[in-house]
């Protein structure tokens, strides 16, 4: 029991001074092997140890944990290059306080798509689909493409109305590959009615001005995005979401629209700035310079309106001789991007300065 404790001790000490062996350590030199298809160039684009260059003048640091990542990169990049059999090994050598890095590479065959067969389409036509997932006859079979290309598919579908639409992809690989994507897309989908969370200083009413459909229009993606962008533009919500209730028993053709806002904090923002600062006492060229300080004050809100408040106000005093009265400036300015309910953005401003230079009493 005792031996046994011993060698269990002997294998922590040693696991641990390996690990420590690989700290602070500086990535030297990066080798690949078996690697045909691919340069040293480009799969060192691929990773993120690499070793020193000349436009580089910091060294990377060698992490173990990155270069297994670093493996799993090289594996994907082979992937979506149609090698769908490679296999990755990594390995590494110490040399004082620089590490060599080596990467071995099994490519093993390059797969090539041979057909492509979409069933069940209605709303859109194959051709677009096609281009969508960038699938062209003929060129490396690329499976990770088609996974992160579908959502493009589905928000094609949702322009057209198909909310619900599902999706089965179906791969033969012989020599080459085969592909079926079956694709159900579901029936027409309605806005039913629209509701408005989240509000506190802004009322729904307020909001539903600003929504881009209406109760019983087909559901579009793009009126979504409208309505969405439209209510981030009249600043005063940090987040928009727009979320859909599918209503039970109405095979999937009648959505409620959930629009969750999430309002600015309204506080007031102020800010004191002192110190000297240029003066244009010639319109255009800053001249002199002076002391004084600035203040500003900001409000999204003012009076809990939508009115948009933000004033300035500067008074500096000049350093240069036969300059004794400070310029003074006050700037003040309101904006509505919707005011009486228009959509007009409107901004006024109101703005006063003074500047006398000595012997001059009017200014």
Known sequence: MQQIKFILAAVAVTLSLFAQS??????????????????????L??????????????????DRRLLKLDAISLKNFYHSKGFLEVAVKDSFEIAGNEMDIFFIIQEGKQYFLNEVKVNGLTALKQKTVLNLLGLKKGSPYNPVQINTD?????????EKGKLFAQYDIKQNITDSVNITLNIEEGADVYIHNAWVTGNARIDSAYIRR???FEKGDLFRKSLMDRTKRTLLQAGFFSAVSLITHPIAGQQDSLVNVEVR?????????????????????VPGVNSLTGMGGELRWTDRMILESKNRFDASGS????????????????????????????????????????FKNFGNEEG
Request: charged fraction near 25%; charge should be negative; glycine fraction near 4%.
């Open 261 to 281: 806002m999430r309002e600015f904090q309204n506080r007031g923002i102020q800010d004191f700035n002192f110190g000297y600062e240029d003066i244009e006492y």
């Open 210 to 212: 600003e929504f881009a």
């Open 150 to 158: 579908l959502a493009l598919v589905d928000e094609a579908f949702q």
């Open 45 to 62: 684009n691929q990773i993120e140890l690499k070793p020193p260059s000349l436009l580089a003048f910091s060294q990377v640091e060698f």
């Open 22 to 43: 690989t700290e602070d350590r500086t990535v030297n030199h990066v080798t690949f092997l078996g690697n045909d298809a691919f340069s040293h160039r480009t799969l």
């Open 315 to 354: 008074v500096v005093m000049p350093s240069e001789e036969g300059f004794v009265y400070p310029r003074f400036s006050v700037d003040v300015k309101f904006s509505n991007q919707r005011p009486l309910s228009l959509k007009l953005p409107t901004q006024i401003k109101i703005f006063y300065q003074q």
